[in-house]
């Protein structure tokens, strides 16, 4: 599968970031199929940001919990990330990639930078 993000390159404080990962090649909404949300701030390692699996449901990073929610559009064929109250710490690429028993792919990343 190839995997799509998308989304506003640049937020300030406090505002929403939301990214959009379009699949093809593929459906979402295949059995055992689960798609994460991950980033990397800038310096650091990968962080797990949230999962949505191919039934729905939705599993979230603890340390980002109160502050993100996945959601996803199967006419679409794709998923979106928000993530709330965001600071500068949120800075980072953004990947969205597919799993299923092992990596199925990744998306090339974006760029997201929390400024005013």
């Known amino acids: 599968v190839q995997l799509q993000e998308s989304g506003p390159g640049l937020v300030k404080p406090s505002q929403t970031l939301s990214l959009t990962c379009t699949v093809s090649?593929?459906?979402?909404?295949?059995?055992?199929?689960?798609w994460r949300w991950i980033r990397q701030p800038p310096g650091k390692g990968l962080e797990w940001v949230g999962t949505?699996?191919?039934?729905?449901?939705?599993y979230y990073s603890p340390s980002l919990k109160s502050r993100t929610s996945i959601s996803r559009d199967t006419s679409k064929n794709h998923f979106t990330l928000q993530l709330s109250s965001v600071t500068p710490e949120d800075t980072a690429v953004y990947y969205c990639a597919a799993y299923i028993g092992g990596w199925a792919g990744w998306g090339k990343g974006a760029l997201v930078t929390v400024s005013s």
């Open positions: 949505i699996a191919y039934s729905g449901s939705t």
């Open positions: 090649g593929g459906s979402i909404t295949t059995n055992y199929y689960i």
